[in-house]
């Protein structure tokens, strides 16, 4: 093998190794039977949501998840393999990936990487349920402004029946 190839094949795992220490959640997929249009759609979908879809050889990932400490995603990385990417949200891939393979059977969740454990397919699916950062965020939001809401309702009540007893 030429230098150059060794050198090139070196940048692509440092690359995904780059990839998979900055993501929060990193999708396998198995993409065979997708049509160019389908696979455009859903790179598309992926993309909007700040989510990085790449084909990748097995081969390099699993030099990668070497170098990660991450080589329980190596069973996974078997035949045609396409990887997402996720920066910010861990719950994002997995929903959009998960939507769109209901919709086309071809596409296979394999198993997945968040926050640094890897899932199987059936855990991806149940990530998936899961509301999304902002949602939770939302629900911790009227959990917390409970309180504060009951209270300043039952201190206008007192102040409405002293006002009214003092009349």
């Known amino acids: 093998m030429s230098t150059a190839v060794h050198q090139e094949k ?13 993501s929060k959640a990193t999708v396998v997929t198995d993409y ?3 049509t160019v249009a389908e696979v455009t759609e859903l790179r598309k979908q992926l993309r909007d949501a700040g989510i990085d879809f790449q084909v ?17 995603l190596d069973e996974y990385l078997k035949g045609p393999t396409a990887i997402a990417f996720s920066y910010d949200d861990p719950v994002r ?5 998960s939507d769109f393979a209901r919709r086309h059977k071809a596409l296979e969740l394999k198993g997945a990487v ?18 999304s ?4 965020l939302s629900m911790l939001l009227s959990v917390l402004q409970a309180p504060m809401r009951n209270l300043a309702y039952a201190v206008s009540q007192v102040a409405e029946k002293q006002e009214s007893a003092a009349e």
């Open 10 to 22: 070196a940048q692509q795992v440092d690359e995904i190794v780059e990839r998979l220490s900055r």
């Open 114 to 131: 968040v926050e640094g454990r890897v899932i199987d397919a059936q855990g991806v699916s149940e990530l998936a349920t899961l509301p």
């Open 56 to 72: 990748l050889k097995n081969t390099l990932a699993r030099r990668a998840t070497a170098l990660t400490s991450l080589s329980d």
């Open 133 to 136: 950062r902002e949602g939770l």
């Open 93 to 97: 891939p997995a929903k959009i990936l």
């Open 32 to 34: 065979r039977g997708l």
